[in-house]
């Protein structure tokens, strides 16, 4: 019976310890990239031995910024994934750059400094505090003589004033050691956040039928990493082609390099328009205003500090909602243009809790607060075999992007691949990004576009003419709204937007203000008229508008004005004069479309009568 007994404890152990999962660390490296406006798709590939049986392999080495959520793994058919987990692995921290390895180590060696000259300060003003304390020349009952006091304040002078130039010299070192370790830390923050980080793990549970080489693709979305487009628009005069050169600028601190890795741009489908003036409708009505206009600058400038008040350069800083973005810079300044009806910018930067600001003026100076939060340990749900939606296709519509190592001039080979709702822009060479928060500005392509030329002025608004040009059928070059620089005849001429969220058929691009042309706009007072007439009071108004064409070459122009429109029946709105302009009866809009040769004026007259209840006030512009 005892031999029986131990026979059965032997079978259970055994049959336990054959059922024990092997455990086998895998090092791969980043093969693919797709960078989207906010965050990544990382594709990791790796052939990995398997023997027969269930086995854990443990992916090392990961980004701690992983979407659990988005984890995917494909393998082989001879080869069942019964599960997929994500954790942080605090014991083993990712290795640091050995340029941010050398900037720490001067660091603390300046702090190490630092604290010897405060150590000798402290001394300093001890020896001063004694010397001071122990001015008293002789005692009560001893007589001082001239010879003793003249001795005394020799010394106390000479003590005193060795003591107060090494206090000078002291404090000058301390300052000088300051301003390093202040140049220090902007420089670490150029490449990293200055907590460490852990290190990513994903371990995939597998089945495998017999021993084998199994093939193993592992993918992921990653975050602190992204891009935004950006523009240089370049137009030599109003009867040539305009050029775009479509930019991406991209940045990733995912604390993981990707050296020579496969890259691609994915982009929807845009929509856009110009900045410039917009009309309001004037809607009439008992003790309402006429509509005001408040012209501010589209264009949004600032500085973004940390708590300390020590600038962060390299701080993302997007218009909500869009895909207009920039940078600050090494002073940690940043400038961006808005389109109209902008409310809100926001802020993020590895490290620190994002900020959402309203934009309330045109300096927006921002402070952000360090993330306290630790980055915690996350499960994810296990995968079979089954087909799944892979991330693209989770992720539809959103848009992606490339980078490349270092600015450049020159456009990137790549080709554009057209999807159901995005477009892909495969970049046909290998390149390399390292994790360092520095944002590259690379050529993604180079576009010649006809174009029809129209200055464009709402002097009611704003008395500059502004160049638009009118581009047909520009989406099928898939541009993406964002930032765009304005060269015209070979000048720079400042920003604008394209807006592609209200764009139509028609791409309009704002090519800036053009002080050659000459628009004022003024009211004729000998024609403003007020009058009663029976149980109605009549109001009229007469403006005139003159432009002058002071440019070399024929062009074409609109201007835009308006008329109040009537909310009530008891309310007569008539126009007697438009010099031919057009007039949309619902929102009170007057166009003017016409040509103007060069050194030519013309002058246009609006005028209009409103009548209403004479026992009635009316606020009429």
């Known amino acids: 019976m005892k031999k029986l007994l131990i026979l059965i404890i032997c079978l259970i152990f055994s049959n336990i310890y054959s059922q024990e999962i092997n455990e086998k660390k895998v090092i791969t490296v980043v093969n693919e990239v797709t960078v989207f406006i906010k965050d990544a798709q990382i594709t990791r590939k790796k052939t990995v031995d398997l023997s027969q049986g269930i086995t854990t392999l443990k992916f090392i080495n990961l980004s701690p910024f992983i979407d659990a959520k988005s984890i995917q793994v494909k393998a082989n058919e001879n080869v069942t994934v019964l599960s997929v987990n994500h954790q942080q692995n605090y014991i083993d921290k990712l290795e640091k750059q050995q340029e941010l390895l050398d900037l720490e180590s001067k660091l603390q060696e300046i702090e190490s400094k630092m604290n010897i000259e405060k150590t000798y300060l402290d001394i300093l003003k001890e020896e001063l505090a004694f010397l001071q304390g122990n001015r008293n020349i002789g005692g009560k009952n001893q007589e001082l003589s001239v010879t003793n ?13 060795a003591l107060k130039l090494k206090e000078i010299e002291r404090n000058k070192t301390l300052s000088e050691l300051n301003k390093s370790k202040i140049d220090l830390n902007l420089q670490i923050k150029t490449l990293t956040s200055k907590r460490d980080f852990p290190n ?25 990493s992204g891009w935004y487009p950006s523009y240089d628009i370049r137009a030599k005069n ?28 994915s982009s929807a489908n845009p929509n856009i328009s110009g900045v410039a003036p917009e009309l309001k409708t004037y809607f009439l009505n008992y003790n309402t205003l006429p509509p005001t206009y408040n012209l501010i600058s589209n264009e949004i400038k600032g500085k973004v500090v940390d708590e300390n008040q020590l600038p962060l350069p390299g701080v993302n800083v997007v218009v909500k909602g869009t895909t207009i973005g920039a940078s600050t810079d090494f002073d940690g300044n940043y400038s961006i243009t808005i389109p109209n009806n902008s409310s809100q910018l926001e802020f993020s930067y590895i490290g620190y809790e994002s900020q959402i600001i309203p ?12 993330d306290s939060q630790s980055l915690e340990e996350v499960v994810v749900v296990g995968y079979g075999r089954k087909n799944k939606k892979s991330v693209t296709e989770v992720l539809e519509g959103r848009v992606a992007g490339l980078e490349i190592q270092g600015a450049s001039s020159l456009q990137i080979p ?36 006809p174009a029809e030329y129209k200055y464009f002025c709402v002097p009611k608004i704003d008395k500059d003419a502004f160049l638009i040009a009118n581009i047909s059928d520009w989406e099928k070059y898939n541009l993406l709204e964002g930032e765009a620089n304005i060269f015209f005849e070979d000048t720079y001429i400042g920003k604008t937007l394209l807006d592609i969220r209200y764009a139509t058929d028609t791409l309009q691009i704002s090519l800036g203000r053009d002080k050659n042309v000459s628009v004022k706009r003024e009211k004729v007072k000998n024609f403003t008229t007020k009058q009663f007439i029976g149980s109605k009071k009549e109001e009229s108004r007469v403006w005139s508008i003159n432009v002058k064409n002071n440019k070399s070459q024929t062009i074409n122009m ?20 438009t010099s031919g302009a057009k007039h ?37 512009e």
């Open 238 to 265: 109003i009867n040539e082609p305009i050029a775009i050169i479509y930019k991406a600028n991209v940045k990733q601190d995912t604390k993981i390099d990707w050296n020579n890795v496969k890259l691609s741009l």
């Open 584 to 620: 949309n009866i619902e929102t009170g809009e007057i166009k003017w479309d016409f040509s103007i040769d060069p050194n030519e004026s013309k002058k246009f007259e609006l005028k209009y009568t409103v009548k209403y209840p004479k026992n009635r006030n009316l606020i009429i």
């Open 414 to 449: 790549s080709t554009q691949v057209k999807k159901q709702t995005t477009v892909d822009f495969e970049i046909e060479i290998p390149y390399s990004i390292k994790s360092d928060n520095k944002s590259y500005s690379v050529d993604m392509a180079n576009y010649n576009l």
């Open 359 to 370: 934009i309330t003026s045109t300096t927006l100076n921002v402070y952000l607060k360090e």
């Open 200 to 224: 990513g793990e994903i371990l995939v549970k597998i089945d495998s039928k017999n021993n084998t080489k199994a093939n193993f693709e592992l993918s992921y979305l990653v975050g602190n």
């Open 558 to 577: 609109l201007i835009f004005d308006q008329v109040p429109v009537s909310t009530l029946e008891e309310i007569k709105v008539d126009i007697s004069e």
């Open 149 to 161: 006091l003249k001795e005394a304040s020799i010394f106390y002078s000479s003590k005193l004033t």
